[in-house]
Antibody
Framework: EVQLVESGGGLVQPGRSLRLSCAASGFTFDDYAMHWVRQAPGKGLEWVSGISWNSGSIGYADSVKGRFTISRDNAKNSLYLQMNSLRAEDTALYYC?????????????????WGQGTMVTVSS | QSVLTQPPSVSGAPGQRVTISCTGSSSNIGAGYDVHWYQQLPGTAPKLLIYGNSNRPSGVPDRFSGSKSGTSASLAITGLQAEDEADYYCQSYDSSDVVFGGGTKLTVL
């Protein structure tokens, strides 16, 4: 079964750090880009960060640049998000998503597999 | 303020047709980047609904269709059903960054 399972969320004080993990299974993890997307309570989707299959290309939203670091371990089929200097506005459900939908030999930069999300609450 | 603009809400009666617009600019949709659409049912993760502007993944009913023209894209849903009540998001790229629309809540009357 193709799936992504996030973990590592929780309640954290402003200014502290948290590391999220995403375990992938059911597909060839190291063939695809991976992303983190978050959703604040009652709000829309916000892209956070993305990483190419070989970690050679990495991008961040302006809202997290300099504070968050994305990484992956292809040997462990895992994606990570190190979140430092957390703020109240980082409170959200964080989704891990597979970043390429490939069909008939053509790939599109669409998110075709999503995890169930892990909740991060930043509050004192 | 989202880079891609969607109406906050749309509604329609069962069996009717509704459209959801996604308006961008020359740096994203107008630059030639593909538009993708997602459906998010209450309490669940988003699901890919349309990829590459107008293509449906297997398992998505043909009641859902997408189109793109210039700096905008649209999602159309025909033969509305109660189970279509959800939030819908468009997604594209702006330079090298992923961008989402603000989302549209579809209410089936």
């Amino acid at each position: 079964e193709v799936q992504l399972v996030e973990s590592g969320g929780g309640l954290v004080q402003p200014g502290r750090s948290l590391r999220l993990s995403c375990a992938a299974s059911g597909f060839t993890f190291d063939d695809y880009a991976m992303h983190w997307v978050r959703q604040a309570p009652g709000k829309g989707l916000e892209w956070v960060s993305g990483i190419s299959w070989n970690s050679g290309s990495i991008g961040y939203a302006d809202s997290v640049k300099g504070r968050f670091t994305i990484s992956r371990d292809n040997a462990k089929n895992s994606l990570y998000l190190q979140m430092n200097s957390l703020r109240a506005e980082d409170t959200a459900l964080y989704y891990c998503a597979k970043g390429d939908y490939c069909t008939n030999g053509v790939c599109f930069h669409a998110f075709d597999i999503w995890g169930q999300g892990t909740m991060v609450t930043v509050s004192s | 303020q989202s880079v891609l603009t969607q109406p906050p809400s749309v509604s329609g009666a069962p069996g009717q047709r509704v459209t959801i617009s996604c308006t961008g600019s020359s740096s994203n949709i107008g630059a030639g980047y593909d538009v993708h659409w997602y459906q998010q049912l209450p309490g669940t993760a988003p699901k890919l609904l349309i990829y590459g502007n107008s293509n449906r993944p297997s398992g998505v009913p043909d009641r859902f269709s997408g189109s793109k023209s210039g700096t905008s894209a649209s999602l159309a849903i025909t033969g509305l059903q109660a189970e279509d009540e959800a939030d819908y998001y468009c997604q594209s790229y702006d330079s090298s960054d992923v961008v989402f629309g603000g989302g549209t809540k579809l209410t089936v009357l």
